[in-house]
């Protein structure tokens, strides 16, 4: 899509009921879309975005996915193994049924899935989501914050 507001995600959600006019989605996993996470909402209100309720209603389970966002601290080249250090915690191993789309999400997305003991390029270079090479410099250098 060309144009990414919020109105234009509302008119193709329209363009979904019309398709299919049961459609009443319960969950959903969004990126970082703000203009179609709002659209999303207002047309379908009874929706939840993901694991929203459980990371607001669960103090373990936030901190864990923290965790997964912590990684913008790890130098780039440790990203990978940093990242299956993680999935293979007791945490991430007891509650893997519940945490594996944003596994999955992470995996495709910035990490790359595992394909014969070798990952595949992810859909966007981690440079791209880790800004100055993952905040490492700044805080290893003490850089000033330039943002």
Known sequence: MTNCTKNSYIEVLRQFLI???QLNPLSI?????????????EIFPNATNGLQ???????LFALQIKHLCAL???PVQDVASA??????SQYF???EEVLQPIIDYFEETWIG???RRKR????FPLKMLFWLNNNFFKFEFDLANTD
């Open 93 to 95: 191993v007891d509650n």
């Open 113 to 115: 899935c595992t394909v």
């Open 19 to 21: 398709l299919n006019q």
């Open 72 to 74: 913008d601290f790890i």
């Open 83 to 88: 990242f299956e250090k993680l999935l293979n």
């Open 29 to 41: 996993l969004i990126d970082f879309e703000q203009p179609f996470i709002s659209a999303f909402g």
């Open 120 to 123: 595949k390029n992810p859909m």
């Open 53 to 59: 309720k459980k990371y607001g209603e669960n103090s």
